[in-house]
T-cell receptor, first 112, second 117 residues
């Protein structure tokens, strides 16, 4: 069965630190990949997505992710985090016209 | 981006009563809508997939007689929790996917917090 693994359940960083959140998936064939963010008290928002083309994807708010097919990975990165990045981050994968499978989420806490 | 609304945003009900939650796509037509359940500090669990005009497809372990889903139009899907009990208390989230060149992106509603007393 397809699954999505997020390695870090809870990450604590200081402002201006660099961020990398790991995401691996188990699904053969062509996939679509997503990172969603859920700020405290708000609903899920799309950060970025990969469908095809350049495996380095730029998203909103300075986030980027790199799709490495050979490693079945789609790690999320940001060179310098801000306090406002405190949120929960979900990696998700789906095949075309199939349902989205979410990872368990990573809770990111940025210290001011 | 596309907007999905849910109503109500929160509801408190007595055990044994039924509760209906609405999910609307406000500025696009959603051929497919999804219903999720999110427990505190956990990920979203897909409950069912609903296509306009047809019966919903439920995930394993989800009681279809308890969680009734109707997708009568391209902009509205409803989830009815029948004979709710305290263990049904949760955060219910819907999402909608456009069938017109929207790729596979889903747009999420703000969620409905259900508390069953």
């Amino acid at each position: 069965a397809q699954s999505v693994s997020q390695h870090n359940h809870h990450v604590i960083l200081s402002e201006a630190a660099s961020l990398e959140l790991g995401c691996n998936y188990s699904y053969g064939g062509t996939v679509n990949l997503f990172w969603y963010v859920q700020y405290p008290g708000q609903h899920l928002q799309l950060l970025l997505k990969y469908f095809s083309g350049d495996p380095l994807v730029k998203g909103i708010k300075g986030f980027e992710a790199e799709f490495i097919k050979s490693k079945f990975s789609f790690n999320l990165r940001k060179p310098s985090v801000q306090w406002s990045d405190t949120a929960e981050y979900f990696c998700a994968v789906t095949r075309r016209d199939d349902k989205i499978i979410f990872g368990k989420g990573t809770r990111l806490h940025i210290l001011p | 981006g596309a907007v999905v609304s849910q109503h109500p945003s929160w509801v408190i009900c007595k055990s044994g009563t039924s509760v209906k939650i609405e999910c609307r796509s406000l500025d696009f037509q959603a051929t497919t809508m999804f219903w999720y359940r999110q427990f505190p500090k956990q990920s979203l669990m897909l409950m069912a997939t609903s296509n306009e005009g047809s019966k919903a497809t439920y995930e394993q372990g989800v009681e279809k007689d308890k969680f009734l889903i109707n997708h009568a139009s391209l902009t509205l899907s409803t989830l009815t929790v029948t004979s709710a009990h305290p263990e049904d208390s949760s955060f219910y989230i819907c999402s909608a996917r456009s069938g017109e060149g929207g790729g596979n992106e889903q747009f999420f509603g703000p969620g409905t917090r259900l508390t069953v007393l």
